[in-house]
């Protein structure tokens, strides 16, 4: 259950820096979201792998999971982590051009006077 509370706390700050730096953020969430569900799987297959298939119905081998049940919270901190130092990288939105160009050719660079080859 807290990894779902945490989940969404950081989904509102990843959203918050999106936000600021004027990308999208239902890219930089879905992304965050995912990710931590590709982890989450994997680490369940590990720890099948680790107790066997019999972790689920076998109550000695619940008890004997539960301290690796943190390492879930630590993977998703982690993976906030990444995500927003990945974001901090990106410059502000205010240092983008706030009016897109009228004509696309404006933005391309002058040509060259080449008329003394002539």
Known sequence: ML???LL??????IH?????KGLSTRKWIMN???????????????LIIFFGTEIFT???KLNQLAPYL???????????????YKLKG????????EEPPSNPSSN???KKDLSYFR
């Open 32 to 46: 965050f979201v995912l990710s931590y569900f590709m982890i989450s799987l994997m680490f369940a297959f590990s």
């Open 3 to 5: 990894d779902v509370l």
């Open 70 to 84: 943190s390492i879930s919270i630590i993977a998703l901190i982690g993976l906030f982590l990444i995500f927003q």
């Open 108 to 110: 391309n660079p002058p």
């Open 16 to 20: 918050r820096l999106a936000t600021e």
């Open 90 to 97: 990106y410059p502000d939105a205010e240092y983008y051009d």
């Open 58 to 60: 076998d109550r000695e």
């Open 8 to 13: 969404v706390f950081f989904g509102f700050r």
